[in-house]
């Protein structure tokens, strides 16, 4: 694949720029020569807005992934994901968590979050790759919001076959970056992750 372009979003405390960090080490080790990223944060806090970006292979030269690029979306919340819908490709994939964390936003505001299926049917009649994982409901999640990040990722890896980094570049990525108390930890969510089944396809 000569580009490959991954935008990450999620709330503060959801580990969104670790699984970036993840994602470009991998690409790295998968072969792609340039590897370029950056990231937007909203408040600066645990449940601000962050949006990361990943973008790997020829012709890759700003961080930002484009509007209409991006060939995967991952939604580590689920209103995040939603947020950055313009930036997905008419063949992308649209691949979110069903976690719903409010953000201060929203909260000030007093917005309520819409019904789900609602949106996605909706989402469904534009994009032809939309899905939606339980990344919380898990064995190994063990209450942490941060371990929903590799869940997540290990859920893509194994259903989607056109994914262009494998599954020995992405374990030995996470135990390259991660402190070393929370390396089996990471494994086990990545592991769980590729045994789930979409809620959504």
Do not use: W
Not at 84 to 98: C, E
Not at 135 to 163: K, Y
């Amino acid at each position: 694949m000569d580009k490959y372009e991954i935008l990450v979003a999620g709330v503060g405390g959801q580990g969104v720029i670790f699984i970036s960090n993840v994602l470009g080490y991998a690409a790295q080790r998968a072969g792609y020569k340039r590897v370029v990223g950056g990231e937007i944060h909203g408040l600066a806090q645990r449940g601000g807005s962050v949006a990361s970006y990943v973008r790997f292979g020829e012709g890759v030269y700003g961080p930002i992934v484009p509007l209409g690029c991006a060939d995967i979306i991952i939604g580590l919340e689920f209103m995040e994901g939603l947020r950055h819908i313009n930036r997905l490709s008419k063949n992308g994939a649209l691949v979110l968590s069903n976690v719903r964390v409010p953000t201060m936003g929203m909260m000030v505001n007093n917005l309520a979050y819409p019904n789900s299926l609602n949106v996605l049917s909706k989402l469904q009649t534009l994009f032809d790759r939309v899905f939606l994982f339980e990344s919380r409901n898990t064995p190994c999640h063990f209450g942490s919001l941060g371990l929903e990040n590799m869940i997540l990722l290990g859920a893509i890896v194994n259903h989607f076959l056109d994914f262009p980094i494998g599954e020995e570049d992405i374990q030995e990525s996470i135990k390259t970056l991660t402190k070393k108390n929370m390396v089996e930890r990471n494994l086990e969510a990545f592991q769980a992750g590729m045994k789930l089944r979409p809620l959504i396809t």
